[in-house]
């Protein structure tokens, strides 16, 4: 179970507001079952399903999906309340992440989820170069070395080479070179410079 970060129980405690459900016993509804009512009736399990998100419950399922069923809805249209709503339990979750320690979290995987929502990756990668002087900065190098399996990327070809190209621009060369190569052993320091500085002349391949 991942643990809930103080805006992370906030953000749900909106939803809630925002997102009320008339079904009592929702919290005993497995993830799959919440998935086929969500077909129908999106907004009434949409608290439950991002809460299971937000505790690591979601079994054999992914937050994409979630985010898919909200695209498919057209979520970004919706009241601004419930838009903001969503957006912000989205900020919460990528900021819990990228602070938790990486053996209990994946920001490669989180990024390749939240893409679904099509909110574009300059909402997300401002906040990670400012988490670089943290456990930020080794999720980033995971990143840039053993890249992302995650299934959330598959599809998403154009959004993980915009990670790449901003791992490589010099604000984020900088911030790894001055800040967040403290948090990495030398070895592996080398390797993420190895990523993201090119050699001009050189393309990268």
Known sequence: MNPRSRPLQEALDLLQVEFPTSRALSGDLAADALFALATTDLE????????????GQLDDRFAYEIFDLLTAAGWIDWDMPAVQSIVRWADAWWLTVLRMVPEF?????????LVHLNLGMVKWLPVWLDELDGYGAE?????????????GWIGHDDERAQVRAWAQSDTVVNGFTMIGGVHLEPGRMIKVLDEIVVTPGLPRV
Request: no cysteine; net charge negative; charged share 20%.
């Open 44 to 55: 009434e399990v949409l608290v439950d399903l991002l809460t299971m998100a937000t505790d």
């Open 105 to 113: 979290s994946d920001a490669g995987a989180a990024l390749g989820q």
């Open 139 to 151: 999720h980033l190098a995971n990143f840039l070395i053993d890249g992302s399996d995650h299934p």
